[in-house]
């Protein structure tokens, strides 16, 4: 096979470790001679793998008691709904620090009053907004950690005077998390955790029914607590994925070490488009995302953007072209993205400088 950087944004790279295990598991599933998608998701071979998922995010996280991992269909996406649903009686507050939490923002208009404490937008989302007041008669107040797409991030937990709500897609797992502090927290796996297919969802049960509409089934929150995730038949085969991908993170040590592997891999990058003077950071530098990495060509090298793309594609960077809303250039140094690749990486950035100046 040949090798790869790969910089996707999501879905992206995983642990070798979680693929070579999940190929295994496709031919033969915890020896029931069967293939993992083949087999009945009431078994006790696959009760098993629900159950040791839930209990490596608890570890791997240190969740608290009082809360429930769910892992439910629908993506991010869905849960933009779900999370009015379940909490806003009258109001909600948002912070709109990108595109992910602006239509967020705009699923809870659609339930109920909706106040946006502070945008990005004026500038194209390159920083997170500071100094806001949060409405304390709000039932919760909803923000995007990671914003994929602009690499900004709001990498401490906040101390929040009404219940605390997180999208947490793409930078969840990536640091340890005081999650105490959140009433719910969720993401789509397939940025951090796993493949696509499967959405993660960490709620503090007792901040759950106390809605006055009712609630259709499949989006109450209780339904999949109440069910351990099993209401309806689960996406086995990404949740199996998850399972071999937490159970990797375990084994290099842990949200610490994991964060500390992060910092590491994002400051080599940000060193060398700070030093680069082909190339320039579009995030202000205190907003900076440790996860997603945006840059664009400095001011007289505008016209080899195309250059500097077929230069990396042809050095095996995979990836990096940034959002279509933003230009530029975009790497993704997810938790499983090698400090190989991204010296690679930045090998490529300084041999396309020597060429090119
Ligand atoms: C990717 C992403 C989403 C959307 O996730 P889906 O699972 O595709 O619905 C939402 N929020 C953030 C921050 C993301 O990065």
Redesign the pocket.
């Known amino acids: 096979m040949k090798r790869v950087h790969n910089f996707n944004a ?1 879905p992206c790279v995983l642990p070798k470790a979680a693929i070579n295990a999940t190929i295994e598991a496709l031919r033969d599933f915890s020896g029931t001679g069967m293939s993992v998608i083949e087999v009945s998701h009431r078994s006790k071979e696959w009760q098993a793998v629900m159950d040791e998922t839930e209990m490596l995010w608890k570890e791997i996280l240190n969740i608290p008691d009082g809360y429930k991992v769910l892992f439910l269909g629908g ?4 849960q933009f709904l779900m999370v009015p649903m379940n909490f806003l009686e009258k109001k909600a507050a948002y912070l709109e620090t990108g595109v ?1 939490a602006k239509k967020a923002l705009k699923e809870a208009k659609g339930i109920g009053e909706v106040v946006c404490v502070a945008s990005s937008a004026d500038t194209t989302y390159n920083y997170i907004p500071k100094g806001y007041a949060i409405p304390t008669d709000a039932d919760y107040f909803h923000i ?1 950690t ?3 797409i602009y690499g900004t991030e709001i990498r401490e937990d906040m101390d929040c005077p009404i219940p605390l709500i997180a ?1 947490m ?2 930078d969840i797992m990536s640091r340890p998390v005081d999650v105490s502090k959140y009433t719910l927290i969720y ?2 796996a ?2 951090n955790v796993g493949p ?1 297919g499967v ?1 993660f969802a960490i709620v503090k049960e007792e901040a759950l029914g106390k809605m006055s509409r009712y609630l259709p089934t499949m989006l109450d929150y209780r339904t999949h607590v109440e069910n351990g995730s099993m209401f309806n038949t689960p996406p086995v085969f990404s949740i199996l994925v998850m399972n071999e991908t937490l159970k990797w993170l375990k084994s290099i040590g842990g949200l610490k070490v994991m964060q500390q592997m992060n910092e590491e891999k994002s400051s080599m990058l940000y060193n060398e488009i700070d030093r680069n003077s082909m190339f320039v950071g579009t995030a202000e530098k205190a907003s900076r995302s440790v996860m997603n990495i945006c840059w664009i060509m400095a001011d007289g090298y505008k016209d080899k953007e195309e250059l500097f793309m077929a230069f990396a594609k042809e050095r095996g960077m995979v990836g990096i072209k940034g959002h279509r809303s933003v230009g530029g250039f975009r790497a993704s140094l997810y938790n499983a993205c090698p400090k190989e690749s991204v010296g690679a990486l930045v090998a490529c950035m300084q041999e396309f400088e020597k060429l090119n100046k």
């Open positions: 999501g993506g991010a996406s869905l992910w995007t990671n914003n994929t999208d897609s793409s993401g789509g397939q940025k696509a959405t």
